[in-house]
Nanobody, 127 residues
Framework: QVHLVESGGGSVQAGGSLRLSCAAS?????????????MGWFRQVPGKDREGVAGFNADGSANYADSVKGRFTVSKDNTKNTLYLQMDSLEFEDTAMYYC????????????????WGQGTQVTVSS
């Protein structure tokens, strides 16, 4: 089992920055290295489908949604079992609840109900 806790959300004006963190814990991480997990950031606005933002595949490669390329940077610290999302040049359209998810192996874009999910952190960007 893996428990995820997101933090770092808040309210910011357009053009501003936020850094989200996703701290992972649980007995599964005592058996398997965090580096063997695929992990990603997703966001959702009420009434709309969840959208993948950025993440790492289990092979260590990272990629981004087109809407955030050049503005967001995903990173991780395998020694701290923590995933990060640096969000710069925030836009009103980035307003959403942000979630992180992880699963052993695979690709981050395929994370779904069989993955571990956090409770989310709200990001609100005012124009």
């Amino acid at each position: 089992q893996v428990h995820l806790v997101e933090s770092g959300g808040g309210s910011v004006q357009a053009g501003g920055s936020l850094r989200l963190s996703c701290a992972a814990s649980g007995w599964t991480l005592s058996l398997f290295s965090f580096s063997t997990f695929s992990m990603g950031w997703f966001r959702q606005v009420p009434g709309k489908d969840r959208e993948g933002v950025a993440g790492f595949n289990a092979d260590g490669s990272a990629n981004y949604a087109d809407s955030v390329k050049g503005r967001f940077t995903v990173s991780k610290d395998n020694t701290k079992n923590t995933l990060y999302l640096q969000m710069d040049s925030l836009e009103f359209e980035d307003t959403a609840m942000y979630y992180c998810a992880v699963r052993r192996g695979g690709t981050w874009s395929s994370l779904n109900a069989d993955a571990y999910w956090g409770q989310g952190t709200q990001v609100t960007v005012s124009s």
